[in-house]
């Protein structure tokens, strides 16, 4: 069963950093894809970040680009999201996924709010 935890969220202020992480388990993690989304109350959660499953290549929503970078260490089975500039518009749930050909596999979320 895939299993995916995330950590690493909290309370930042404007301009401040976090660094996300997820852990996965019961998946060959290196054979995948990851990615985070957000999702921030009231609205549709919205793809992130995308990183191919060797990390050569990765992918950002306009509204981060520049500002959050992910990686992932494949002997670890993590992904990373780096957070820096945050912005109060930041604030949301993030979550972690993987696709498999036939199934969809999230973690709980991790909570980051960016306020003063």
């Known amino acids: 069963q895939v299993q995916l935890v995330e950590s690493g969220g909290g309370l930042v202020q404007p301009g401040g950093s976090l660094r996300l992480s997820c852990a996965a388990s019961?998946?060959?993690?290196?054979?995948?894809?990851m990615r985070w989304y957000r999702q921030a109350p009231g609205k549709e959660r919205e793809l992130v970040a995308t990183?191919?499953?060797?990390?050569?290549?990765?992918n950002y929503a306009d509204s981060v680009k520049g500002r959050f970078s992910i990686s992932r260490d494949n002997a670890k089975n993590t992904v990373y999201l780096q957070m820096n500039s945050l912005k109060p518009e930041d604030t949301a749930v993030y979550y972690c996924?993987?696709?498999?050909?036939?199934?969809?596999?999230w973690g709980q979320g991790t909570q980051v709010t960016v306020s003063s």
């Open positions: 019961g998946i060959a993690f290196s054979n995948y894809a």
């Open positions: 990183i191919s499953n060797t990390g050569g290549s990765t």
């Open positions: 996924n993987v696709n498999r050909v036939l199934s969809s596999s």
